[in-house]
C-alpha cells in the first residue's frame, strides 16, 4: 500500500506542471488538447511498438475505452479553457471540486450508499471556490468553465476505475488517447467556426511544450493514476488531488508572477480548500489506526 500512495504522490506532482504547460502553449484549449492526445497516442505506440506489447482488445472494448477516452478529452478541453479565461491558479483551483462531484456521482454510478462525512468534507472545498467566485467578480468565466472541468474530471475517474478493471493500463491509456482525440477531430470544424484561429499548427515553442505535456504530464501521470485506482478509491484519489493546486500555484506565482493578480478572497477561499484536505488526512490516519 505504501508504493502505491507514492505512486499517487508522484502523479499529483507531475500533474502540478499541467497548468504551466498549458499557460505556456499559445494555441487555444480545443487545439491543445486535440494536440496533446494526438502525440500522446503516438508516442505511447512507438513505446509499446518497440518493447513488443502492443495489444488488442474486443470492439466492444475499445469503444468503451474509447469513450471514457472522450470524457477526459472534454475535461482538459474546459480546463485549459478555465486558464485562458482567468489564470492558472484559478483554473487548478476549481479542481479542488472533483472531490464533491466524486462524493455524489461515484455512489449513483456504483449503486452504494452516499457518505456523509465525503459529502461534507467536499463541501468545504465548495465554499472555498464560492467565496472567490462571489468576491472575485473578472474570473467568473474562468470559475465557470473551471467547475464543469472538475464535474467531468470526477465522472472520468469514476467510469475509468469501472472500465480498466482487470485490463492493462498502457492499453487503456492508449485506446483512450486515440478515442479522445478522434471526437476532438471530429468536433474541430465546429469548434473552429465559433472560436476562429489564425492558425491551426503549433509554433517551434508549442511543440516543445506539447511533447513534454505529452510525455511527462500525460503518458507518466495516467499510468500511474490508473495503477493507483485498481487498489484506491476515486475519492481518495480525487481528495488527494486536492494538493495539486498548492504545487500549481507555487509554480505559476514564481513562474509567472500570478501573487500580483490574486486577492485576498483566494487567498481565503485557498485556505478552506486546504483545511478540507487536512481533515480528510486526519481521519484517513484516525481509521487505519483504528482498524
Given at each position: 500500500m505504501r508504493s502505491t500512495f507514492l505512486k499517487l504522490h508522484l502523479s499529483?506532482?507531475?500533474?502540478?506542471?499541467?497548468?504551466?504547460?498549458?499557460k505556456l502553449v499559445t494555441l487555444n484549449e480545443g487545439l491543445l488538447v486535440c494536440y496533446r492526445m494526438l502525440f500522446t497516442a503516438l508516442i505511447l505506440f512507438l513505446i509499446l511498438r518497440v518493447r513488443g506489447k502492443i495489444a488488442g482488445v474486443s470492439l466492444s472494448d475499445a469503444g468503451k475505452i474509447a469513450g471514457t477516452g472522450c470524457l477526459l478529452a472534454l475535461h482538459w478541453v474546459f480546463f485549459f479553457g478555465s486558464i485562458k479565461q482567468?489564470?492558472?491558479?484559478?483554473?487548478?483551483?476549481c479542481f479542488s471540486l472533483v472531490s464533491f462531484f466524486t462524493a455524489w456521482l461515484e455512489p449513483l454510478i456504483c449503486r452504494r450508499r452516499v457518505s456523509v462525512r465525503e459529502l461534507l468534507l467536499s463541501l468545504i472545498s465548495v465554499c472555498g471556490i464560492l467565496l472567490i467566485f462571489r468576491l472575485d467578480s473578472h474570473y467568473r468565466t474562468g470559475i465557470l468553465l473551471g467547475v464543469i472541468s472538475s464535474a467531468l474530471a470526477a465522472l472520468f475517474t469514476i467510469v475509468n476505475k469501472k472500465v480498466g478493471a482487470g485490463r492493462s493500463t498502457t492499453v487503456m491509456l492508449q485506446y483512450e488517447m486515440a478515442g479522445g482525440c478522434l471526437l476532438l477531430l471530429c468536433l474541430m470544424p465546429l469548434y473552429l467556426h465559433f472560436f476562429?484561429?489564425?492558425?491551426i499548427f503549433p509554433a517551434a515553442s508549442d511543440l516543445l511544450w506539447l511533447l513534454a505535456l505529452s510525455f511527462f504530464c500525460?503518458?507518466?501521470?495516467y499510468l500511474l493514476q490508473i495503477e493507483v485506482l485498481k487498489t484506491i478509491s476515486a475519492f481518495t484519489v480525487n481528495l488527494s488531488y486536492n494538493l495539486e493546486p498548492v504545487y500549481s500555484i507555487?509554480?505559476?506565482?514564481?513562474?509567472?508572477?500570478?501573487?500580483?493578480?490574486?486577492?485576498?478572497?483566494?487567498?481565503s477561499g485557498l485556505g478552506l480548500i486546504i483545511l478540507s484536505v487536512a481533515l480528510q488526512t486526519f481521519q484517513s490516519s484516525q481509521s487505519s489506526q483504528s482498524s
Open positions: 499529483i506532482l507531475l500533474a502540478g506542471f499541467t497548468g504551466l504547460f498549458g482567468a489564470n492558472i491558479s484559478i483554473g487548478v483551483i476562429p484561429v489564425e492558425t500525460t503518458i507518466g501521470l507555487i509554480l505559476a506565482m514564481l513562474l509567472f508572477g500570478e501573487a500580483k493578480e490574486l486577492t485576498s478572497a483566494f487567498y
